[in-house]
């Protein structure tokens, strides 16, 4: 149980690792596209969709797209991140709290 409880973390921190880099790509391609059109807008815009549909979007109507995938990209890497690292976490405390009884 120990063994599969630690490759599960390693796997877990793997996946952390492999996520993290594919929505960086992701956002640093969106980020390029919206940089390149000088799209403006703060992370309170980001991460509250109403607000970025009403206050951002209807300044770059031709952006509309670039912005929601945006956004959607930053929002779904926060969720999967703090997923797997409530996963580590408790994975590793059971770990730690049966260490000596496997």
């Known amino acids: 149980m120990f063994h599969i409880l630690t490759f599960l973390i390693i796997g877990l921190f793997v996946a952390m690792l492999f ?52 956004s959607n990209h930053i929002r779904y890497s926060i969720k999967m991140g703090t997923v797997l690292i409530v996963l580590i976490t408790a994975f590793g405390a059971v770990l730690m709290w049966y260490r000596g009884e496997f």
């Not at 956002?27 to 390029?32: A, G, H, N």
């Not at 799209?39 to 206050?55: Q, S």
């Open 19 to 70: 996520l993290n880099v594919y929505f960086r790509v992701k956002v640093f391609k969106s980020y390029k596209k919206l940089v390149q059109n000088k799209v403006e807008f703060g992370i309170k815009d980001i991460l509250n969709r109403e607000r970025l549909e009403k206050e951002v979007i209807p300044k770059y109507p031709h952006m509309k797209q670039e912005i929601l995938d945006f």
